[in-house]
Antibody
Framework: EVQLVESGGGLVQPGGSLRLSCAAS????????MSWVRQAPGKGLEWVSG????????YYADSVKGRFTISRDNSKNTLYLQMSSLRAEDTAVYYC???????????????WGQGTLVTVSS | SYELTQPPSVSVSPGQTASITCSGD??????ACWYQQKPGQSPVLVIY???KRPSGIPERFSGSNSGNTATLTIRGTQAMDEADYYC?????????FGGGTKLTVL
C-alpha cells in the first residue's frame, strides 16, 4: 500500500525557514517523480515544486523560485522541501504527491499525503 | 504563464449529468487530468491523460479534451460526488491547476 506521510509543518515568523519532509512507502520511490502542492485556507490547489525520480531535475513555481528548494534522499525514501524567506502568503497545507508514471514523468498525481500545515505569522 | 479557467460552481440534480469545463490556450495539445477533493480530505485523481480512469474510480466519471477545453463529465451524479474538482495540466516545466469548481448535488 502506497503511503505518503508529511511532517515538519508549524508556526514560523515571516522571514523564517522551515523544512518539510515526506516519508514514502509501498512503491519504488526512486522510480517516480514527486511534487509538493499547497492549498491556502479556503483556496484552491497550487503546485509548488517537483523533482525527478533521480533527483537530477527540479522544477519550481515562480512564486517560490529562489526561496524554496526541493530535494530527495532515495536511500531513505524521503522527499524534502526547504523553505526560506517565508511570507504570510506561504501559509497553507502542504501536500506531497506521487507521479502516476514511473520512468517518463507524467506530472499527474495518483497518491497524496494527508498534508502538513505551515502558518507564517508574527 | 499558462492559465486554466474553471467555473466556480456547477449544480446538478441527483441522477443527472454534470459537466465541468476547464479552458486554456491550446489545452487540447496537452494532457489534462482531474482531481476530486472533499472537505478535509486530500485530492483524489479521477481522470488522467484526458479520459483515462484510475482503478477504483466509478465508470460514471469520464473526460475529454479538444481545442481549448477539457471537460469532466459525471453521469448519474450521486450525492457522494459533491466536492471540489480541479483540472491540471503540464506546461513549460510547470504544473498548472485550474481554480477549482464546487459541484453541488441538489
Amino acid at each position: 500500500e502506497v503511503q505518503l506521510v508529511e511532517s515538519g509543518g508549524g508556526l514560523v515568523q515571516p522571514g523564517g525557514s522551515l523544512r518539510l519532509s515526506c516519508a514514502a512507502s509501498g512503491f519504488t520511490f526512486s522510480s517516480y517523480a514527486m511534487s509538493w502542492v499547497r492549498q491556502a485556507p479556503g483556496k484552491g490547489l497550487e503546485w509548488v515544486s517537483g523533482i525527478s525520480g533521480s533527483g537530477g531535475s527540479t522544477y519550481y513555481a515562480d512564486s517560490v523560485k529562489g526561496r524554496f528548494t526541493i530535494s530527495r534522499d532515495n536511500s531513505k525514501n524521503t522527499l524534502y522541501l526547504q523553505m526560506s524567506s517565508l511570507r504570510a502568503e506561504d501559509t497553507a497545507v502542504y501536500y506531497c504527491a506521487k507521479d502516476d508514471s514511473g520512468g517518463l514523468s507524467s506530472w499527474n498525481f495518483d497518491y497524496w499525503g494527508q498534508g502538513t500545515l505551515v502558518t507564517v505569522s508574527s | 504563464s499558462y492559465e486554466l479557467t474553471q467555473p466556480p460552481s456547477v449544480s446538478v440534480s441527483p441522477g443527472q449529468t454534470a459537466s465541468i469545463t476547464c479552458s486554456g490556450d491550446k489545452l487540447g495539445d496537452k494532457y489534462a487530468c482531474w482531481y476530486q477533493q472533499k472537505p478535509g480530505q486530500s485530492p483524489v485523481l479521477v481522470i488522467y491523460q484526458d479520459s483515462k480512469r484510475p482503478s477504483g474510480i466509478p465508470e460514471r466519471f469520464s473526460g475529454s479534451n479538444s481545442g481549448n477545453t477539457a471537460t469532466l463529465t459525471i453521469r448519474g451524479t450521486q450525492a457522494m460526488d459533491e466536492a471540489d474538482y480541479y483540472c491540471q495540466a503540464w506546461d513549460s516545466n510547470t504544473v498548472v491547476f485550474g481554480g477549482g469548481t464546487k459541484l453541488t448535488v441538489l
